[in-house]
């Protein structure tokens, strides 16, 4: 199994900072046959199924503020909120799609916070 | 605009089976390269991939479920089902159905969840 690792567990960023989500696979996600990372990126609120926000690692989905961006390759990936609004209070998560369609598995969430 | 909504009891007594359906709006079922999914979340904790089947019957369930676990596809009413045999209260989780596209990206479609609470 891939196991996905995000750091940190929580974060609190003042409004209009930069908040920094890292995610870790425990081996590549990148299929070396189409260059593509199979990494994507969700936001939780509460009461809420999660939101796509991110798919290959750095394409942001339609509709999707271009505040929040997507980078990394291999086993490596990060999810930047260049400037924190209140709306992006929420859990994220990032989820690994290259074992499909065997095993999908996410990492453990980070939950962010206003300072 | 492709809908999905799950159904079933919200309360399970402890050894029973969960049984839950999708039900599908706005595609055929059988239309797409994809596969229809279920999810799930207990209370205040992370998401777990539970399984997905494709829309011909291939099935792909997590190991760690897999004992447990039957999905299946009706495609003439759009739905498909989860089966969770033997459950206690660690299974107790908000369920939510997903599609998957052909790479396997959960994507945007998700339903809304539906909580299910194993207690006696």
């Known amino acids: 199994d891939i196991v996905m690792t995000q750091s940190p567990d929580s974060l609190a960023v003042s409004l209009g900072e930069r908040a920094t989500i890292n995610c870790k696979s425990s081996?590549?996600?990148?299929?070396?046959?189409?260059?593509?990372?199979?990494l994507a990126w969700y936001q939780q609120k509460p009461g809420q199924p999660p939101k796509l926000l991110i798919y290959w690692a750095s394409t942001r989905e339609s509709g999707v503020p271009d505040r929040f961006s997507g980078s990394g390759s291999g086993t490596e990936f990060t999810l930047t909120i260049s400037s924190l609004q209140a709306e992006d209070v929420a859990v994220y998560y990032c989820q690994q799609y290259y074992s499909t369609p065997s095993l999908v598995t996410f990492g453990q969430g980070t939950k962010v916070e206003i300072k | 605009q492709l809908q999905l909504q799950e159904s079933g009891p919200g309360l399970v007594k402890p050894s029973e089976t969960l049984s839950l359906t999708c039900s599908v709006s706005g595609v055929s079922i059988s239309s797409s390269n994809c596969y229809w999914g279920w999810i799930r979340q207990p209370p205040g904790k992370g998401l777990e991939w539970i399984g997905s089947i494709y829309y011909s019957g291939s099935t792909y369930y997590n190991p760690s479920l897999k004992s447990r676990v039957t999905i299946s596809v009706d495609t003439s009413k759009d739905q498909f089902s989860l089966k969770l045999s033997s459950v206690t209260a660690a299974d107790t989780a908000i369920y939510y159905c997903?599609?998957?596209?052909?790479?396997?990206?959960?994507?945007?479609?998700w339903g809304q969840g539906t909580l299910v609470t194993v207690s006696s």
């Open positions: 997903a599609r998957q596209d052909g790479s396997g990206l959960i994507g945007k479609y």
């Open positions: 081996q590549s996600v990148l299929y070396s046959s189409n260059n593509k990372n199979y």
